[in-house]
């Protein structure tokens, strides 16, 4: 039977890839000489370090350019609060990956209620749909790209 899975990935390389580029676009810009400020990547959580809050603005509209180009999709990123004291302030982002439990319930429900002749199971991280004809799939995949999820998601997997 044909199939296909949703998931929610990034392409983590290309984060530290464009956390690369955004540092040295901020070490060479006039504006943030002198000010420490840099960016820091640990695993999926990505720290950006100021002087000011004017300055963590900046850095973010950098670092999100950047980000664009490479391909990453900025929906994944979880934004924190700006945290301030004194004269440093920092930024934490997360790089959400894969499905939550909650984000999978209502993908499931999505469909379901297109009713659309297709099966679809929750396994871990990912959604997995089954269907008879080819056609049911892709009508689900063009429904999924329609509506306004929280979080990019793609398709893999796909079995005729």
């Known amino acids: 039977m044909p199939s296909f899975d949703v998931v929610s990935e990034v ?30 990547q640990a695993d999926t959580v990505v720290t950006l370090h100021a002087s000011s809050e004017f300055q963590i603005d900046q850095m973010l509209d950098i670092m ?8 990453v999709d900025i929906a ?22 894969g499905i939550d439990a909650e984000q999978a319930r ?13 099966q679809v199971s929750i396994q871990g991280e990912q959604v997995r749909v089954t269907g008879k004809k080819r056609d049911d799939l ?14 990019p998601v793609q398709f893999t997997n796909f079995r005729d």
Request: glycine residues 6%; proline residues 1%.
């Open 11 to 40: 392409n983590m390389p290309e984060v530290r890839n464009a956390v690369d580029q955004a540092n040295r676009e901020i070490s060479t810009r006039f504006d943030f000489k002198g000010s420490g400020a840099h960016i820091e």
């Open 138 to 151: 892709q009508e689900v995949i063009a429904l999924l790209r329609q509506s306004k999820l929280d979080l």
């Open 76 to 97: 994944c990123l979880d934004k924190g609060k700006v945290e301030a004291a004194g004269n440093k302030a920092r930024q934490a982002l997360t790089v959400r990956q």
């Open 106 to 118: 209502k993908i499931v429900k999505l469909i379901k209620d297109s009713k659309s002749k297709v």
């Open 64 to 71: 999100l350019g950047k980000f664009a180009k490479r391909g």
